[in-house]
């Protein structure tokens, strides 16, 4: 299956990067220039020959410049042409309406609505094929000499009998081709939705059209903010304060995946999400405090590495509070999953009243780590608009649960086993 993806992505190009009307017209044309070039060689009558060799070139050319060129906006109307005339010469060589040339209009008329990519353009071709086939017919019957009949009815038949039967194939490969497409640009379109909003979320999105909001009992919100990144972002080019946060997000991002977390948003140079939800669990608070130590660990190393270089470090603060939240989606146009609530207040809260390279936890989630994570007692401070909180750091992993080597990674795994297991 890989090797046929990518080959379908250099005859025609990736999915991913390519628009679906762009990769329809690559398919069409190669396979017009391919059928036309090889039908060139069948051919009996030297006009025959000469049109199908001439507009087999001229839709290879097409296909070169949309599939490497890029061009395939200004396309549309030269391709449209080139099968308009190749089909009304064939048709004056093919006894017109008594030889099944014409149906071959049909096919082009599909492509080029599927091509359209508007109600104007698609208006525009249905008239200029309506014109065509009027004139094809206004020929047939005013000046029947022009076109080229058959010797036998034995000949119109199989000749009639064939073009119907090939144009049947050819339209169940382009609708093959087509409903192909069409998955893919679904996939690529789920494949962004779920980018934004977790799939429960999304999938429900698809049903009803909205999201009806959730009320969480009890959840785990997290925060983390780089230290002095105002000064930090006045020493680089804009290139490289996108290109380090970037860098960091993405790492987070994992971690935040591995450890069952939410990603909410980013704000700045601020990162937040959360545990226990859209799906409810009874470990989002030691989840959040996992995925809070691999964070510390990797902005750290990445401090050794900028200090090697002779760059200033990224400190960063982590806060982290446990609580009732709501959660669900808002906005219609450019909508976001997103979190409302005292603990998300709380939350934020304990990312500024902490200290940098430190995770600093609310009493409340202290309640629901302590028996796993070695916590120390901060006392209680004074937060913006919250008032007196007490606060804890939370020093690691306890030794019972540290399992291996020390590998944060590890046994941040053994106890989320562990934890399982207790559950279960």
């Known amino acids: 299956m890989n090797t046929l993806y990518r080959w379908q992505a250099f005859l025609i190009g990736d999915p991913r990067h390519y628009l679906l009307e762009h990769r329809l017209l ?30 087999g070139i001229l839709f290879l050319a097409c296909y070169y410049s949309s599939r490497f060129e890029g061009a395939y906006r200004q396309l549309y109307w030269p391709f449209v042409g080139i099968t308009a005339i190749f089909l009304f010469l064939n048709s004056l060589e093919n006894a017109g309406f008594r030889g099944g040339a014409h149906y071959y209009f049909l096919v082009a008329y599909v492509i080029a609505v599927i091509l359209s990519n508007r109600w104007q353009r698609t208006v525009a071709v249905t008239i200029f094929f309506i014109l065509v086939v009027a004139t094809l017919g206004v020929i047939q019957f005013q000046a029947p000499k022009m076109m080229k009949d058959y010797e036998s009815d034995l000949q119109r038949f199989s000749d009639v009998g064939s073009n119907f039967l090939f144009v049947l194939i050819f339209l169940g490969v382009l609708v093959t081709i087509l409903a192909q497409n069409l998955n893919q640009e679904r996939s690529k379109s789920d494949r962004l939705l779920l980018n934004i909003l977790p799939n429960s979320v999304a999938e429900e999105l698809k049903r009803k059209e909205r999201v009806k909001p959730m009320v969480y009992e009890c959840a785990t919100v997290l925060f983390t903010d780089f230290v002095g990144f105002t ?21 987070f991002d994992e971690i935040a995946r591995r450890h069952n977390l939410e990603k909410i948003k980013t704000i700045g140079d601020a990162y937040m999400a959360a545990g226990g939800l859209p799906t409810p669990n009874e470990t989002h608070a030691v989840d959040c405090v996992l995925a809070a130590l691999e964070f510390q660990a990797y902005i750290e ?23 009732p939240l709501v959660a669900g989606v808002i906005g219609q146009e450019k909508f976001s999953y997103d979190v409302w609530g005292d603990t998300v207040n709380t939350a934020s809260r304990m990312e500024s009243s902490g200290v940098p390279g430190r995770i600093n936890i609310s009493h409340d989630t202290y309640e629901l780590v302590k028996d796993y994570f070695e916590c120390e007692y901060r006392g209680a401070i004074t937060a913006k608009n919250k008032g007196e909180i007490e606060m804890y750091f939370v020093n690691g992993i306890k030794p019972e649960f540290a399992k291996d080597t020390g590998n944060l990674g590890t046994q941040g795994r053994f106890l989320e086993l562990y934890l399982k297991s207790e559950a279960g």
Do not use: C
């Open 301 to 323: 190393s990445e401090q050794i590495r900028r200090n090697a270089l002779g760059l200033s470090g990224w400190p960063i603060r982590i806060g982290i509070h446990s609580g």
């Open 26 to 55: 690559n398919t069409i044309s190669l396979i017009n220039s391919v059928t036309n070039l090889v039908g060139s060689a069948l051919q009996s009558s030297t006009l025959l020959l000469v049109l199908h060799l001439v507009t």
């Open 231 to 251: 000064k930090l972002a006045e020493k680089m080019t804009a290139e490289e304060l996108v290109a380090e946060l970037d860098n960091s997000f993405r790492a």
